[in-house]
Each structure stands twice: as structure tokens, then as C-alpha cells.
T-cell receptor, first 117, second 116 residues
Framework: GAVVSQHPSWVICKSGTSVKIECRSL??????MFWYRQFPKQSLMLMAT?????????EQGVEKDKFLINHASLTLSTLTVTSAHPEDSSFYIC?????????????FGPGTRLTVL | AQSVTQLDSQVPVFEEAPVELRCNYS??????LFWYVQYPNQGLQLLLK??????LVKGINGFEAEFNKSQTSFHLRKPSVHISDTAEYFC??????????????FGTGTQLKVEL
């Protein structure tokens, strides 16, 4: 149990276009999901916390108008990279939080590699 | 704010040899500690976690880690590595009120390369 999927697994787009990435919890409900980005050979950096039914909470330095997050249901959060540029090329990973045994554990999706030409 | 330091960016080791991946953290409050493994182009998989109780934590794939509060460390160990252990390993810390699992702060990762 506690499987998280992401779609697409990779995407290539032209500069200036928008890209939507989906994060789904397949066998559990998640009121909270997280979005991370990871540059090559670097660590994961938290971008935002996605809360079902409310606005996302963005980390300092993350442009909320550029990285639109929608958590419309308990099993789906989407990240839209608007007007993508080459510097947005990265590996985007989501996680979904579920409470187990008094502890809120995060389960990670397989990631989405975005390449902006 | 909490932080995590992984001193070794790369650790080469021969198959069947023991390995230790180092992790030190900094926090002004109690923390919850985690080790994750990431295979190429994949998400993160939890190896083990320390929430409370015994300071020696056993995880999947034969890995274990020991929480040392006085040294603020949470080093990962495996007595005998396999080729399939080649991957990137991340140490992470979170600060929670009860139950933890809130925001995770990751270290920069250690690339474990197991050679024949």
C-alpha cells in the first residue's frame, strides 16, 4: 500500500509553454502532498506544500505564479509550470503524506523529468 | 531551522565489504531522522527512520542506522554491500510536534558505488 504515481514520467516542451504534472495517491487519501525539485546530482528542495481544498503554501523563493499547484481532491495534486524556460528543467518529485501509527509518513512518487528547450 | 550534512558526496566500496554513510544534523529541537535511497530517475524509497525509542534502527535491505544525540549523528551502515545497493542515499530530518513526518529537510546525498 501507499503508492504514489506521477504523470508524465518525462516531458519535453518548448520555452514559453506550460506543463502540468499530476501526482496521485493510488491506494490512500492524502490531505497533504509536497512538491520537490531536484537538480542533477543535488538534493531535493521543497517547493510547496499542497493542501486539499485550500491554497498551497510555497517555500521562500518559489514563485507561486509560475508554479501553480492545485489539490482538488484527496488523491490528486497537480503542479503546472507556467511559461516554462530552460532554467525550469529539473526533476520534479511529489510526495503524499499519510498518518500511520501516530506518525505522518511521506511516500514519494517516481518523479517527472522536465526538459525545456 | 534544522539542517543536514552528508560529508561524503561519493563512497566507493567493493562488493561484500561493509559501508558507513555519514549524516550529521543540526536542530534546536527534537528531530525525527530518515534515510532514503534513490535509484537513477526514480523517486525516493524509505530505508529506515528514527522516531523514538531504541537508538539502533534497522531498515530494509540489511541497512541499519544509529542515532547519536550527543554527536548529532545518524550514520547509515551495512555489513556487506551488494552491487544492487549502488544508488544515491539521502539523510533527512523533520521537526514535528507529535508524530513527525512534517516538512523534510534533506542532505545533499551520498552516491554509493559498489564495485566488483
Amino acid at each position: 500500500g501507499a503508492v504514489v504515481s506521477q504523470h508524465p514520467s518525462w516531458v519535453i516542451c518548448k520555452s514559453g509553454t506550460s506543463v502540468k504534472i499530476e501526482c496521485r495517491s493510488l491506494d490512500f487519501q492524502a490531505t497533504t502532498m509536497f512538491w520537490y525539485r531536484q537538480f542533477p546530482k543535488q538534493s531535493l528542495m521543497l517547493m510547496a506544500t499542497s493542501n486539499e481544498g485550500s491554497k498551497a503554501t510555497y517555500e521562500q523563493g518559489v514563485e507561486k505564479d509560475k508554479f501553480l499547484i492545485n489539490h482538488a481532491s484527496l488523491t490528486l495534486s497537480t503542479l503546472t509550470v507556467t511559461s516554462a524556460h530552460p532554467e525550469d528543467s529539473s526533476f520534479y518529485i511529489c510526495s503524499a503524506r499519510v498518518r500511520r501509527g501516530g506518525y505522518n509518513e511521506q511516500f514519494f512518487g517516481p518523479g517527472t523529468r522536465l526538459t525545456v528547450l | 531551522a534544522q539542517s543536514v550534512t552528508q560529508l561524503d558526496s561519493q563512497v566507493p566500496v567493493f562488493e561484500e565489504a561493509p559501508v558507513e554513510l555519514r549524516c550529521n544534523y543540526s536542530s534546536s529541537v527534537s528531530v525525527y531522522l530518515f534515510w532514503y535511497v534513490q535509484y537513477p530517475n526514480q523517486g525516493l524509497q524509505l530505508l529506515l527512520k528514527y522516531l523514538s525509542g531504541s537508538t539502533l534502527v534497522k531498515g530494509i535491505n540489511g541497512f541499519e542506522a544509529e542515532f547519536n544525540k550527543s554527536q548529532t549523528s545518524f550514520h547509515l551502515r551495512k555489513p556487506s554491500v551488494h552491487i544492487s545497493d549502488t544508488a544515491e542515499y539521502f539523510c533527512a530530518v523533520s521537526v514535528g510536534i507529535t508524530g513527525g513526518g512534517n516538512k523534510l529537510t534533506f542532505g545533499t546525498g551520498t552516491q554509493l558505488k559498489v564495485e566488483l
